[in-house]
């Protein structure tokens, strides 16, 4: 029961009803890994957020200007605990993938793009969210039918609890509803044309 970020019953627009789990993915890796459109994220044996080995680091390599102005702008995104190297999201080098890859993003509005997408993966290295699946369950005559089930992963943590999201869940929710009632009337009929739920 400690994997279920958030349970409850969905009333559908339909009158049906159905159990509504949100299941944490423990299979799910990183985000970078996930999906695109993020900034670029370094690994490193040293900590460049330490003055003693940025100076040693300085010395011994005598990066030019820029290359110094990069390392000193990187952010900790997450530290490796086995003495690995350790990740560092290269704030530089983002702004300009914000600038020529992220065509949605306008000149002005880059570092605020950087700084959004730094925080969503640090929010997920520092366990603020975790990737989620649903498990939506239909509801007959008061009681759970397996049958009419389905799992979908891919969901962030926060879509099950934000009301900021509210929208958004309802959004899912719907879809995934309707997906489970083609699938159950395809079984049941499977000659018969989709029709609108």
Request: aromatic share 10%; with cysteine; proline share 3%.
């Amino acid at each position: 029961m400690s994997d279920i970020t958030h349970q409850e019953i969905f009333v559908h627009k339909s009158g049906r009803q159905y159990r509504v789990r949100w299941i944490q993915d423990h299979d799910a890796t990183s985000p970078l890994e996930w999906s695109d459109c993020h900034g670029v994220v370094v690994e490193m044996g040293w900590n460049p957020l330490s003055e003693y080995q940025m100076e040693q680091h300085l010395l011994d390599e005598e990066p030019d200007l820029e290359e110094e102005t990069r390392l000193r702008m990187l952010r900790p995104l997450y530290k490796n605990s086995r003495g690995v190297r350790d990740l560092y999201y290269d704030v530089m080098a983002s702004l300009e993938v914000a600038r020529t890859e992220w065509g949605h993003v306008t000149p002005e509005d880059c570092m605020k793009a950087v700084d959004a997408d730094y925080k969503y993966l640090k929010g997920w290295y520092d366990d603020e969210w975790h990737w989620v699946f649903l498990e939506l369950t239909a509801i007959i005559d008061g009681e759970l039918d397996f049958d009419i089930q389905s799992n979908v992963g891919g969901y962030e943590s926060g879509l099950a609890l934000d009301e900021d999201m509210a929208e958004d869940k309802l959004a899912v929710l719907d879809e995934a509803v309707k997906e489970l009632e083609w699938d159950r009337r395809r079984l049941s009929h499977p000659a018969q044309m989709e029709l609108a739920f």
